[in-house]
């Protein structure tokens, strides 16, 4: 067996399964389903513990094969439908195609009116209901709106990315 680090891993479609699961529920009982409800139902099927359930959705664990087998058993699809066998670099090329993606989205103007409206009701919080500053949300809306308002955002990160992306070819091509 090759000791160290291959060159290969494996990605997963598990967001999507996990989501079309809440979704459907959703549409049937017309009720919200929360999506950690589906991931710890999901963690109990395979007896394993919503965190290792979340670490294989990010791609921080990899499954075992019983534990991929069961995954795809929960959501009745074959193994190859939810894990994928692909390189390194395939799977970061990937996720840099899907930055593009999303940030293409993010045109200036979208921007500007989101922006412009995060900071109207940060002002009506600030002088209508100061107690609501305490709260986690609006902490978390603060963030949220401090990481937007950054000039030529989504255009920055396309640069970026399109950079990383011709550097990553230049070099696979070199070898």
């Not at 809440?22 to 929360?34: A, C, H, L, S």
């Not at 959501?75 to 090329?93: A, C, N, Y």
């Not at 940060?122 to 100061?130: A, I, M, Q, S, T």
């Not at 640069?159 to 990383?164: A, F, I, K, Q, S």
Request: hydrophobic content about 35%; glycine content about 4%; aromatic content about 8%.
């Amino acid at each position: 067996m090759k000791r160290g680090k291959f060159s290969y891993t494996t990605g997963n479609h598990l967001s999507t399964y996990l989501n079309h699961i809440r979704n459907e529920r959703m549409f049937q009982t017309g009720e919200k389903v929360r999506l950690k409800d589906v991931e710890a139902e999901l963690a109990t099927y395979c007896e394993l513990t919503p965190k290792s359930i979340n670490d294989i959705k990010r791609g921080e664990n990899q499954p075992s094969l019983p534990v991929a087998m069961r995954i795809a058993s929960f959501f009745k699809v074959r193994v190859d439908e939810i894990f994928v066998l692909k390189t390194k670099e395939e799977l970061l090329m990937e996720k840099l195609e899907r930055i593009v993606e999303l940030a293409e989205l993010l045109d200036n103007d979208a921007l500007d009116e989101l922006n412009g409206n995060l900071t109207e009701l940060e002002e009506e919080v600030d002088n209508r209901f100061p107690q609501l500053k305490d709260d986690p949300n609006y902490e978390s809306l603060h963030n949220f709106y401090m990481h937007l308002n950054v000039a030529g955002f989504s255009k920055d990160i396309k640069e970026w990315v399109n950079r990383l992306q011709e550097t990553m070819k230049e070099e696979s091509e070199k070898n």
